[in-house]
């Protein structure tokens, strides 16, 4: 068992940067594959992000490539969002998740935080 609890979230204009937190406590976060994923109102929650137990590969959404960079620090038990040129389009509650394997498809991860509001004005 896991717990996961996002941080770093709020109210940001478009163009600006965030920077989304993921504290594990619980299993040491090194045994999982660990994804962002997030939910705008009235739409389907999306893959984000992921990243591999070792940081070894990365994974992104075509909407966010370039602009979003997901880390890990095992030693810490913390993943990390960074989220630059924010847009509109990428409010949403954000969601880290954790999973043995590396899916796109939100229902096979095993352990999910709270999530944390992101707010892009325009």
């Known amino acids: 068992q896991v717990q996961l609890v996002e941080s770093g979230g709020g109210l940001v204009q478009a163009g600006g940067s965030l920077r989304l937190s993921c504290a594990a406590s619980g299993r040491t976060l090194s045994t999982y594959v660990m994804a962002w994923f997030r939910q705008a109102p009235g739409k389907e929650r999306e893959f984000v992000a992921a990243?591999?137990?070792?940081?070894?590969?990365?994974n992104y959404a075509d909407s966010v490539k370039g602009r979003f960079t997901i880390s890990r620090d095992n030693a810490k038990n913390t993943v990390s969002l960074q989220m630059n040129s924010l847009k509109p389009e990428d409010t949403a509650v954000y969601s880290c998740?954790?999973?043995?394997?590396?899916?796109?498809?939100?229902?096979?991860?095993?352990?999910w935080g709270q999530g944390t509001q992101v707010t892009v004005s325009s």
């Open positions: 990243i591999s137990r070792t940081a070894g590969w990365t």
């Open positions: 998740a954790a999973s043995i394997s590396f899916y796109s498809n939100y229902d096979r991860y095993n352990y």
